[in-house]
């Protein structure tokens, strides 16, 4: 059975550098009928349980550790048995969140990360964060991009631990270089293509933000 690709739309509020702001996050679930893998367990468990059913899930993949993306990681981990994976360069961030419960496993560039008849390869792009990641699956014509491309241009990167030349960098080399078809799924807004984005490159550089 083919793999196939949900969304949910949660909500709640993102905090860093004594600033909070209200937001809404794309929860991606990736699977078949019978298991699942979660992409940014964002604000609500009890909404992304809904969603995946009865389904197993067997995996809780952070794009990156602000606390809009991981607040719910650790619930929806208890209440599923599913490992909670994050990049080793984004733990400083990831403790300002969750203190006292480290992820159950570190990802890697180049790790594929399988889901129900997806394989999810990870793509290390930091620049919004240090340990930034995409996951890239070439069967499904998509990358997951979590906030390192949007709809419109790069991640913001005018707060701790981002960086402007890096995340034009990790989109330039780790992204843009995809087939132009790829869809692009973000973790807030609309989705678009790497075609659509790669246009733009140089205006973004220019802007330099």
């Given amino acids: 059975m083919a793999a ?17 702001w209200d937001v809404d996050n794309n929860v991606w679930i990736v699977g078949d009928d019978h298991e699942a893998v979660v992409i940014d367990a964002s604000h609500d468990a009890d ?14 993949v952070c794009t990156h550790a602000h606390n809009d993306h991981i607040d719910a ?7 599923t048995g599913a490992k909670i994976w994050l990049h080793p360069d984004d733990l400083p961030l990831w403790k300002q969140t969750h203190p006292d419960r480290d992820p159950d496993a570190h990802l890697a560039d180049g790790q594929v990360i399988e889901a129900a008849g997806a394989d999810l390869k990870v ?21 997951f ?31 843009l270089t995809l087939p132009p ?19 733009h490159l140089e205006e973004w550089i220019a802007r330099g933000h």
């Fill in 123 to 143: 793509l290390h792009t930091p620049g919004h964060a240090p340990g930034a990641v995409c996951l890239y699956d070439p069967g499904l014509g998509t990358v």
């Fill in 181 to 199: 078809e790829t869809k692009v799924l973000t973790g807030h807004g609309d989705s678009t293509t790497v075609g659509a984005e790669a246009a």
């Fill in 47 to 60: 909404a992304i349980l809904a969603a995946i059913g009865d389904r197993r899930l067997t995996a809780i």
């Fill in 4 to 20: 196939r690709i949900e969304h949910l739309v949660t909500s709640g509020q993102f905090s860093l550098d004594g600033g909070t």
């Fill in 145 to 175: 991009t979590g906030d390192t491309l949007f709809h419109g241009g790069p991640g913001a990167t005018g707060r701790s631990y981002s960086h402007f030349p890096t995340i034009i960098d990790s989109i330039r080399d780790r992204l």
């Fill in 73 to 79: 990681a650790p619930e929806l981990a208890d209440r």
